[in-house]
């Protein structure tokens, strides 16, 4: 089993930079998918970005140019590093795993972008 655990979510200002954390443990497999998906009151799911083994990356279009992926395979753990933060990027922040066995996810941490 695969245990995932967010961290560094909070308040921050419009245009202000928050730098999420998330750490793996348990059955990692070498060939995996990491990446961070949001989740907004009333909204579906949608991607923020994920990274592969070999550093592969792929955005979501709504933060392209503002957020940056990355992750260390010896410590098992991606981070997110957001800027430029708008009021739409207020979500919670789900870290994910994908490897052939399944999708596993953390509990998330809240993002909020207000004044």
């Known amino acids: 089993q695969v245990h995932l655990v967010e961290s560094g979510g909070g308040l921050v200002q419009p245009g202000g930079s928050l730098r999420l954390s998330c750490a793996a443990s348990?059955?990692?497999?070498?060939?995996?998918?990491m990446g961070w998906y949001r989740q907004a009151p009333g909204k579906e799911r949608e991607l923020v970005a994920t990274?592969?083994?070999?550093?592969?990356?792929n955005y979501g279009d709504p933060v392209k140019g503002r957020f940056t992926i990355s992750r260390d395979n010896t410590k098992n753990t991606v981070d997110l590093q957001m800027n430029s933060l708008k009021p739409e990027d207020t979500a919670v922040y789900y870290c994910?795993?994908?490897?052939?066995?399944?999708?596993?996810w953390g509990k998330g941490t809240l993002v909020t972008v207000s004044s």
């Open positions: 990274i592969g083994s070999g550093g592969r990356i």
């Open positions: 994910n795993i994908k490897d052939f066995r399944g999708n596993y």
């Open positions: 348990g059955s990692i497999t070498f060939f995996s998918i």
